[in-house]
Structures are given as C-alpha cells and as structure tokens.
C-alpha cells in the first residue's frame, strides 16, 4: 500500500465485525483504488470465512455463539465496490455478455486496516436486475428479527431503510460510481492468482 492505496493486483481482505469478533472474512484483489472508491474482485474459486452456529448450521445473524467455516466463491466471479463515507457497498455478479446482476449491500462505511477493510453488515439488501429495471428488497425480515433482538435498534434499522433509498434514488440518478458499463463485459484475468486470507485476518486489530 502506497500513500493509502493500494496498487491494482494487491490481495486484500474484507471482514465483517459483530460485538469485537469476526462474523465473515473475504478475500479479494484489487483492480482499482482512488482513495474514496476501491474496486476490487473475488474470482471464482476464491475461499472465504462464513459463520455457522456450533452444529456447523449457516446462520444469518449474530444470535447465536458461532465460528467460521470456509466456502468457496462460485460462477463467474464478483466485483466488489466501496465507497468511503457510503454505507452501503455495490457486488457486480459477472456474467456472460452481460452481468448476472447488482447488489446493493448496506453495511457501516469500511475502515482501512494494514490487510485490508474492516465493515458491519447490517442486513438490507437490494437486488438489481442486469439492465436495472426491477429493483427488489431482500432481508428485510432479517433487519426485524435484529430489532426484535437487540442486536440492532429501531433508529438503527429506520437509517439502514433510508440508506436504501438513497442508493436507488442514486443509482436512478446515473452517477453511481459502481454502476459502469465496463463491468457487463469484464472477464477476470486469467493470470491473476487466487487471493487469500491475509496473515493474522483472525484477530482485531490484525496480527501481522
């Protein structure tokens, strides 16, 4: 990492944090970094951190004592974007001659870390047709069952709806820096090789 970016082709990793623990770890490579927007890809075949609960059940949310199992990325591939300050981040399912899709993930703006961003999910999503005609919410039962919980307070979850509406409305606007007709034709780089979790990705604040 140079003056805070990081050069096209660097290996970094993605983790999302509950409570001061690791809920998931990704790992990716970089394809551009501007300082407030970093692209990066997971290629297919690309191995992640997901949590399940003690029985080795995929769990959702943070409820429950839980560990990571590893899962390995599958399909053609995904572009990742994040914006700094934006509390939502935008993956780009690569396809065949076009995307498979967009997916807008609400989550706590990134924090950059000596291996990679540190984030918080925060469950809403929304799903993008390829050519953005049809917008659907996904989770939202997930954003109440937190509520419902503790692990997210009303206010909380009224802001994750709102962040919501700006990213449609943004996207509607044409100006959305993750939605670039580039990617319906992009094809990962054969050359490139698989990233990995970075050393010492276990603990807060990394170990390396």
């Not at 029985?55 to 590893?70: C, K, S």
């Not at 929304?126 to 996904?138: C, F, Q």
Request: a negative charge; hydrophobic letters at 45%.
């Amino acid at each position: 990492m140079t003056a805070d970016r990081w050069a096209p082709g660097t290996h970094i990793t993605a983790r999302s944090i509950w409570g001061g623990r690791i809920f998931a770890a990704s790992c990716f490579v970089v394809i551009e970094d501007a300082g407030d927007v970093i692209t990066a890809c997971t290629p297919p075949g690309t191995v992640w951190k997901r949590p399940v609960d003690l029985d080795g059940n995929d769990i959702r949310l943070p409820h429950v004592e839980w560990r990571l199992r590893d899962d390995v990325w599958r399909g053609r591939g995904m572009v990742r974007v994040w914006m700094r300050d934006v509390a939502h981040s935008v993956l780009i399912f690569l396809g065949d001659g076009d995307v498979g899709g967009w997916y807008v993930n609400m989550e706590t703006p990134f924090r950059r870390n000596a291996i990679g961003l540190d984030l918080r999910d925060q469950h809403l999503d929304i799903i993008l047709s390829a050519d953005l005609g049809r917008v659907r919410w996904k989770d939202e039962d997930e954003v109440e069952e937190a509520v419902a919980f503790g692990s997210m307070t009303a206010e909380e979850a009224a802001e994750v709806h709102a962040e919501g509406e700006r990213a449609v409305e943004w996207i509607r606007r044409g100006d959305h820096p993750a939605f670039d007709d580039r990617w319906r034709t992009w094809q990962v780089p054969e050359e490139w090789d698989l990233p990995v979790l970075a050393p010492g990705w276990e603990t807060l604040p990394p170990a390396i």
